[in-house]
RNA sequence: GCCAACUUAGCUCAGCUGGUAGAGCAGCUGAUUCGUAAUCAGCAGGUCGCAGGUUCGAAUCCUGUAGUUGGCUCCA
């Protein structure tokens, strides 16, 4: 008996029944059967030692394969698992998936893993890495394998096997002295695996839930080689170097403080930049027919129980009480915008109404999940809420893509993907009107022709929201803009417009926001910019560098006339070097330099240092002031 | 909130197993007047996050507390 099967070049190969993917690479040659991970048959993924069906087609996969890398990491997960076990005999294994960049592995142990510990663990994988384990799949039956991880003592395990839908088929490893449940498919061997290392320790709550218990799970990753290893390690030295939190502390952007945790303090140079986005996002307010308003900070909590955030929100609000009536500090601008519309007799002639409002949020946060400028407990949305009929939520949907578009290309921000987020369990509203408001947005998307993803349950309890995604110069996501539709505020507050037939209707109401918080928005701008903001937002944009105090004079007009046109120049009259002086501006990010020596000074002339570009030759004050105004005033990325 | 780690001068960090706190940069003073990423010298600066405890003695050990950081299902 033989079999025959198809080979990625459409060859067909004979071979002996029973034969498996290792004897396929074998047959064609000793260096393809080296490389070899694994196998894909019939478009699945599978180990390199499953038997071939005849007439499959078969591709052996070896580590030039896009998906070896998946494969890899899984298998460094069951050898960091099989280390552990070996070091920590009374270690219990959870799950230990691959993830975007690496892999983890969870362990229920009486005493949780320190880093200190890494280096041992890692120690004793490379220890079965030489070795040279075999790795073995093996099928099981569904009681058999919770007989098996009972008998090992492996509880959790157990469980998994319980979640495993009924008619799946059930799998299991055996590399040596360990076992472990697992889909696979694995390489054929540890000896495989040579370029990983241990990252970190983490807890983490068995699935997920904070009822359960908490594990201790450790990340790592793994690479074809060291070299790959070694620039994904350096990659992730550059974030740190972005990182908004340090370079915000040296750059004298912002701070944080004990006594207003996860609450930034905007200095001088934080607060132009702020400023800046601001005054942006007005002018494009008054282009795209916005209208900015302002509204209280602290309000009634009657107010919030009309809106709704009483019942569904009220453990992310700060409440307050003063002559014994309650309040609460406002989490969202919204009901505040409602008793404004409501305060006035409106036609439809008059909408839509689009009030736009900057004014500062609180929100509770639980302490272990804020994060610098990006998760705080204060800030401010370039946030604005649209009244308008039915018929205009598909003209309203398209001018704010527009905007949105605008404005990302401004930042450079590329890559934008969107996901509707439906309805969450804890939600107002009928599910009639949440299949109305789901349909909206879907088909005000399929209309505007942008693909997007489904984010089941992720929507606000008022409606659902689409989101949009952006990357920012190192290529990682950030979700910005939202428009969410709501039909519920505008009932509960009773919101209405005279329609032509003289009855009254319910307006729609729909959030939306650009840059989303502008806390969170500078943290990502910090980060994508690597702190040197574009001229437009730099909190100082030109630096002017006497070179002797021959030179002040002069230098102090070019500061006074840089100031005329509205540009924000910093005159450095130190007693230093004009080395030390550059040094310093270079390090604040600062995009013009202009030194000034007894030439410049004679002619009135600057040279003109670039940040990035480096020395760009000398012109005239004028030319140099006329040209920075307009890179300035143009927005110039 | 939960698990873990961290918290020493304005900043970045040393300070071994407990023996009365140190550097660089920044700051201040003075000298130097200099051509594209740090001129030199001197001075000053901290009740070691906070509160208790152990000890003859605590930055160091223990307990509590605050803040920060890495995480808390991209499902065997």
Same mark, same amino acid.
């Given at each position: 008996m033989s079999i025959a099967v198809r080979l990625p070049d459409d060859s067909l190969r004979q071979l002996p029944d029973g034969a498996t993917g290792a004897d396929l690479a074998a047959g064609i040659g000793t260096r393809l059967l080296d490389a070899a991970l694994a196998i894909r048959m019939d478009g699945r993924l599978s180990d390199l030692k499953t038997p071939l069906n005849d007439g499959a087609s078969v591709a052996i996969i070896t580590n030039? #394969?896009?998906?070896s890398l998946e494969l890899i990491r899984h298998s460094t997960a069951h050898l960091l698992a099989q280390a552990v076990k070996r070091l920590y005999p009374s270690a219990r294994v959870g799950i230990g998936p691959v993830i975007e960049d690496g892999f983890y592995y969870d362990f229920l142990v009486e005493k949780p893993f320190t880093p200190e510990d890494l280096p041992i663990i890692e120690a004793e994988m490379r220890k079965i890495v030489q070795e040279g384990v075999e790795v073995v799949h093996e099928d099981l039956g569904r009681d058999e394998a919770i007989a098996r991880f009972e008998a090992m003592g492996e509880p959790l395990k157990v469980e998994v096997v319980a979640t495993i839908p009924q008619g799946d088929r059930i799998s299991g490893y055996r590399q040596g002295d360990f076992y472990d449940l697992c889909r696979g498919p694995h +390489?054929?061997? /540890?000896?495989? &695996?040579?370029a990983f290392k241990l990252l970190s320790i983490a807890g983490a709550y068995w699935k997920g839930d904070e009822r359960n218990a908490m594990l201790s799970r450790i990340y790592g990753t793994a690479f074809h080689s060291q070299k790959e290893l070694e620039e994904h390690l350096k990659r992730l030295e550059e974030a740190k170097a972005r990182d908004h939190r340090k370079l915000g502390k040296e750059l004298g952007l912002y701070s944080f403080h004990p006594e207003a945790p996860a609450s930034p303090f905007f200095h001088p140079k934080g607060t132009v930049v702020y400023n800046e986005l601001v005054t942006y996002v007005r002018e494009l307010y008054f282009k795209y027919g916005y209208s900015e308003v302002i509204t209280p900070q602290i309000l009634d909590v009657a107010l919030w129980k009309t809106s709704g955030h009483y019942e569904n929100y009220a453990e992310n609000m700060y409440f307050t009480t003063a002559e014994e009536r309650e309040y609460a500090v406002k989490p969202m601008n919204c009901p505040g915008h409602c008793l404004m519309f409501g305060s006035q007799k409106h036609s439809y002639r008059d909408l839509p109404i689009r009030y736009a409002d900057f004014g500062r949020l609180h929100r509770y946060e639980r302490s272990g999940v804020t994060h610098g &400028? /990006?998760? +705080?407990?204060t800030f401010c949305q370039d946030d604005a809420h649209i009244y308008c009929t039915p018929e205009q939520i598909k003209t309203e949907m398209a001018a704010f893509l527009a905007l949105l578009k605008e404005v990302y290309d401004t930042f450079g921000f590329e890559g934008m993907r969107v996901a509707l987020s439906t309805r969450p369990e804890k939600r107002l509203g009928s599910d009639a009107i949440w299949d109305a408001g789901e349909a909206a947005l879907g088909a005000a998307l399929d209309e505007a022709g942008m693909p997007y993803t489904l984010n089941p349950g992720e929507g606000a309890f008022y409606g659902p929201k689409i989101e949009f995604q952006i990357l920012d110069a190192l290529k990682r996501p950030w979700q910005l803009g939202t428009l969410q539709v709501d039909y519920m505020m505008p009932e509960r507050f009773e919101l209405a417009y005279t329609m032509a037939d003289g009855t009254e209707g319910r307006p729609i109401m729909l959030h939306r926001a650009v840059l989303g918080s502008l806390e969170r928005f500078m943290g990502i701008l910090v980060e994508h910019t690597a702190g040197a903001f574009p001229v437009w937002l730099a909190p100082v944009q030109v630096a002017i560098l006497p070179i /002797? #105090?021959?030179a002040h004079a002069f230098s102090t007009e070019a500061a006074a006339r840089a100031k005329a046109q509205g540009l924000r120049a910093d005159l450095d009259l130190r007693n230093e070097s004009l080395k030390a002086k550059i040094r310093d501006a270079q390090l604040a990010k600062v995009p013009y330099m202009l030194v000034i020596g007894d030439r410049e000074a004679e002619a009135g002339t600057v040279s003109v240092r670039h940040r990035h570009r480096g020395d760009l030759g000398v012109q005239s004050l004028d030319d140099f002031l006329a040209g920075l105004a307009q890179e300035s005033r143009e927005r110039c990325r």
């Open positions: 030039k #394969d896009p998906e +390489v054929p061997n /540890t000896g495989k &695996l040579k &400028l /990006t998760r +705080v407990r /002797t #105090d021959r």
